[in-house]
């Protein structure tokens, strides 16, 4: 910042603070624990899920058996974790099936 500004950023670097802007606007926007949203892979995840008498979409969690609860259950977000969720999709180098979000 001023005169220590550096415009040089490590490209992981870049990606570690983007990781962290998408989880914690995510858990603002799904009311997730940390330790259940750090346990969601991109399976657990339905997208585009219709809400009825509104033209927006959510996303549908399936939160894991293994953590605080110890019970699975389904958790709806917000519209705008929808599309958070799916532009962190894009970007992130691990977005396979069975990848950890």
């Known amino acids: ?49 219709a809400v009825d008498g509104s033209d927006s979409a959510i996303a549908e969690v399936r939160v894991s058996k293994a953590t605080k609860k110890g019970e699975a259950r389904f958790a709806q977000t917000q519209p705008n974790a929808n599309s958070l969720l799916k532009r962190w999709r894009e970007i992130s180098p691990h977005s396979k099936h069975n990848d950890l979000v």
């Open 1 to 49: 910042m001023g005169v220590f500004a550096d415009k040089r950023l490590n490209a992981w670097h870049k990606m570690q603070w983007q990781q962290m802007y998408y989880f914690v606007l995510f858990l603002a926007n799904s009311g997730l624990r940390v330790g259940e949203a750090r346990e969601m892979l991109w399976s657990d995840i339905k997208f585009d899920v």
